[in-house]
Each structure stands twice: as structure tokens, then as C-alpha cells.
């Protein structure tokens, strides 16, 4: 009963760092630019009067020319409540629809393997109790749900990461300033319960800014925030910081991504495939 109790615990826990992110060694990256007080502000890209379908034609054009995008700078910094805060280096690499993988270390080695791919998800954690690969099948979501509540769909993860195009039929727009607006959608989670989605977009600078689930009742369940966004030369926009939250499972984590690669030619079939050798595997919903 123990070992099960102790399993179920520590998976809460990595399920929740896995799904965004599906997330002792370097420092937070300084990544935010200085500004000059005396520089005039660059002209809006999209207008404040725009409509919803201007503003999703304008985010699809970005998202369907960056189809993955890797780095082997990354820069975790974890906060958990009850926990001391923990900095990590990692290397990611994205690639649409499923596939995705974030191998984190410290000057101890290997601290955690997060990923997916066409079939399946995967996480594991060095320092947790129960310390194996845990595994399933996106299509036994369902009965995962059922063993181990995840409150979100692993797609939230590839949408914050800027890889997925946004369907307009799904949502309605709500203005929240001159310059701000929300898409919203009402939908449900894996398990059938009700939850909202928003997208939070800035119309000066034509990017997201946000992403975040809410419960029926409104109570926040995991926001990602993006920004200090750069442009490559053929016009592809990417954030370059990423705040992760789960306020119910107390937990924060920024990420600093550095020497990202956009669209590599050719990301080895390894990078998707869930490691077998470093612990023992857990297969849930079987």
C-alpha cells in the first residue's frame, strides 16, 4: 500500500510537469532586452478594430511556417510549493503535432526525460521516490484520466509552444483593452469535466502572450505565459521565455531558451523515441 501511495503521489507530481512540458546546474537566463526609455514605439500590426478572423489568419501565417523548432540552451528554473527551488540545463526540441522531448541535467547528470511522440507520452524523474519511466498511449487518455486526474490534453503543451494553428469556428473574442484580446473556448478536459480555454494576444506586437485553462468555476488550472519573442530572417516569430503554472499544484517554472534552431532540416528518429534502458517502465492504462 505504501509503494502504491508513494507511486500515485509522485506521478501527480510529474504528470504535472510533463504535460507542460510537457519540466544542481546553470542560473536563469538574463534573456529579457534593455529598453530605451527615449525610442519611439513601432507602429501596431494589428489594428485594434480587428476581427477575430484577421487576428487568427494573422497568428496561423506564423504558426504554419514554424512546423518545430530545438535548443540545446535551455534553462529551468522549478518552484514548487514546499520544495526548494531547483535550476536545471536541458536541451528541447518540438516538432508538430505530438512529438517533443526535453532531456534535463545537473552537474550530477541526467535529472529527468520528458517527452512524445505519434503513440505515446513519457516522463522520468531521477529524485522521485518511485523513480521509473511512466508511459501511455494518447489514446488511452480516457483511462488514465480515470486512474491518475491529468487536467488538460498534451495538445495545450504543443499549442503553447507555438507549433499548432488555431480554428476560429472554435472560438469567440473578447476585447480587453485597446490592445489586448482573448480567444475563448468552451471545452472539455481528457476526463469529460468542463473547462475553458483562453489565448491571451497583444495586437501591437501580433503575438500570444498567454495561455490558460480554467475549471467550470472559473478557478485558474495551468497558464503559460510567452514572450521576449524574436523574429528569424524569413519572418518566423518565437518566444524565447516561457512561464509555466499549475497554481493547484503550487508549482512555477520559467524557461530560458537560447541558440534556437527553427525548422532543422533533419531531427534523428531518436529524439522521439521514449529511452527503455534507464529505469524500469510503467505503462498506465493498460
Avoid at 523548432?69 to 536541451?91: E, M, N
Wanted: charged letters at 15%; a neutral charge.
Amino acid at each position: 500500500m505504501h509503494n502504491q501511495f508513494s507511486l500515485t503521489a509522485s506521478l501527480r507530481v510529474g504528470l504535472f510537469v510533463v504535460m507542460a512540458l510537457m519540466t544542481s546546474g546553470c542560473h536563469w537566463p538574463q534573456l529579457v532586452k534593455p529598453q530605451n526609455p527615449f525610442a519611439k514605439a513601432p507602429p501596431c500590426v494589428l489594428s485594434s478594430e480587428a476581427t477575430k478572423e484577421e487576428i487568427v489568419a494573422h497568428l496561423n501565417a506564423n504558426a504554419s511556417r514554424l512546423t518545430a523548432w530545438r535548443s540545446t540552451k535551455v534553462g529551468i528554473h522549478l518552484k514548487q510549493k514546499g520544495s526548494i527551488p531547483v535550476d536545471l540545463t536541458a536541451q528541447m526540441a518540438v516538432e508538430s503535432p505530438r512529438n517533443f522531448r526535453l532531456r534535463a541535467s545537473s552537474l550530477l547528470g541526467e535529472e529527468a526525460d520528458f517527452g512524445s511522440n505519434q503513440e505515446r507520452f513519457w516522463f522520468w524523474i531521477r529524485r522521485s521516490p518511485q523513480p521509473y519511466v511512466i508511459t501511455a498511449a494518447h489514446q488511452d487518455m480516457e483511462t488514465v484520466q480515470q486512474q491518475l486526474p491529468i487536467p488538460f490534453d498534451p495538445s495545450w503543451v504543443m499549442e503553447a509552444f507555438g507549433v499548432m494553428m488555431i480554428d476560429p469556428t472554435k472560438y469567440e473574442m473578447e476585447r480587453i483593452s485597446d490592445h489586448r484580446v482573448s480567444l475563448m473556448s468552451l471545452e472539455k478536459s481528457p476526463s469529460g469535466q468542463a473547462m475553458i480555454k483562453s489565448i491571451g494576444i497583444d495586437l501591437c506586437t501580433g503575438q500570444i502572450v498567454e495561455h490558460s485553462l480554467f475549471d467550470s468555476q472559473g478557478s485558474l488550472i495551468a497558464r503559460a505565459q510567452v514572450g521576449n519573442h524574436t523574429t528569424t530572417s524569413d519572418g518566423i516569430s518565437i518566444p524565447h521565455r516561457v512561464i509555466l503554472e499549475w497554481p493547484q499544484a503550487g508549482t512555477t517554472m520559467r524557461l530560458g531558451l537560447l541558440d534556437v534552431e527553427v525548422n532543422p532540416a533533419f531531427t534523428p528518429a531518436t529524439m522521439w523515441q521514449m529511452p527503455d534502458q534507464i529505469a524500469p517502465v510503467v505503462h498506465l492504462g493498460r
